[in-house]
């Protein structure tokens, strides 16, 4: 799987959008971009997924850049409890093991 | 999104003994679920792939024989660490495929192992 690339901390003002990067430069034509993030001390919480298009649900938005070579986690209004690692992760949709392999993700902190 | 559980949430042995770890899938059923191990301010890594009615695949680096997998229903994997020492101390998370759609993963809340 394609290796991604996202800043090690990021913080934001509550109330504000959140706007986390992900570089993912070597992804190929099959692979899906997803997003996880973890609260301390909790699993991981799935949040979007995304191929080419860009996504929104009632989490937030992924972004993709055209040529694929990046995305960007939008969380629109940024509450305290959205503190948490946030993992960038790229997978091929044709890789029938399924398993996602984690990098270190972003840590971000929402400030009062 | 589907719920996947796991129990104990915490648990403290003392070295020698062996713990299980059960991480069973509320209201889907699971052919794959994977086992993942993270230690303090790290990343999550892979440990193994638990099939069911098959044996688990395990990563490069992970001891079959210390850590048994069992997933012996379609919403139900096993983690046995076996002769836990104090080194094995760690958060132990697991997730289950759902099937359908782009086979996202569902993650458990984690079993924090301390082993005295």
Known sequence: DAKTTQPTSMDCAEGRAANL???????????????????HSQGPQYIIHGLKNNETNEMASLIITED??????????ATLRDTAVYYCIVRSRMDSSYKLIFGSGTRLLVRP | GAVVSQHPSRVICKSGTSVKIECRSLDFQATTMFWYRQF?????????????????????????????????SLTLSTLTVTSAHPEDSSFYICSARVEQG????????GS????L
């Not at chain 1, 971009?33 to 609260?39: C, G, H």
């Not at chain 2, 301010?41 to 680096?61: H, I, P, R, V």
């Open chain 2, 112 to 115: 924090r192992l301390t082993v």
């Open chain 2, 102 to 109: 782009a086979g996202e993963l569902f993650f458990g809340e």
């Open chain 2, 40 to 72: 303090p301010k790290q990343s999550l890594m892979l440990m193994a792939t638990s099939n069911e009615g098959s044996k688990a695949t395990y990563e490069q680096g992970v001891e079959k024989d210390k850590f048994l997998i069992n997933h012996a």
């Open chain 1, 21 to 39: 990067p992900c570089n993912h430069s070597t992804i190929s034509g099959n692979e899906y971009v997803y997003w996880y993030r973890q609260i």
């Open chain 1, 68 to 77: 694929r070579k990046s995305s960007t986690l939008i969380l629109p209004h």
